[in-house]
Nanobody, 114 residues
Framework: QVQLVESGGGLVQAGGSLRLSCAAS????????IGWYRQAPGKQRELVAR???????VIADSMKGRFTISRDNAKNTVYLQMGSLKPEDTAVYYC????????WGQGTQVTVSS
């Protein structure tokens, strides 16, 4: 079964940047579209960005121009580069397939201070 491990979160000031990593075990990683999700306190989990097996990316409207998603299939890893961070980006960030086929990882906390 695939296991997901997110990392790279932390505390950053508004306007700062972070790069999140999502490492997956298992040999089928490369065939899936992978998404980064986030869940803020008291809110539903939302899809932030996704990347297809061929590298086609879709970024949510509120993150366009600030976030980019990339993947390295040889390393079974997907990245989320976040810039111009805002306090409203504070959340726990997770990765999974679109449709959340795999068990959720523990996520990585991103806190943006004003």
């Amino acid at each position: 079964q695939v296991q997901l491990v997110e990392s790279g979160g932390g505390l950053v000031q508004a306007g700062g940047s972070l790069r999140l990593s999502c490492a997956a075990s298992g040999s089928t990683f490369s065939i899936y579209t992978i998404g980064w999700y986030r869940q803020a306190p008291g809110k539903q989990r939302e899809l932030v960005a996704r990347i297809s097996s061929g590298g086609i990316t879709v970024i949510a409207d509120s993150m366009k121009g600030r976030f980019t998603i990339s993947r390295d299939n040889a390393k079974n890893t997907v990245y989320l580069q976040m810039g111009s961070l805002k306090p409203e980006d504070t959340a726990v960030y997770y990765c999974n397939t679109v449709g959340a086929v795999w068990p959720w990882g523990q996520g990585t906390q991103v806190t943006v201070s004003s």
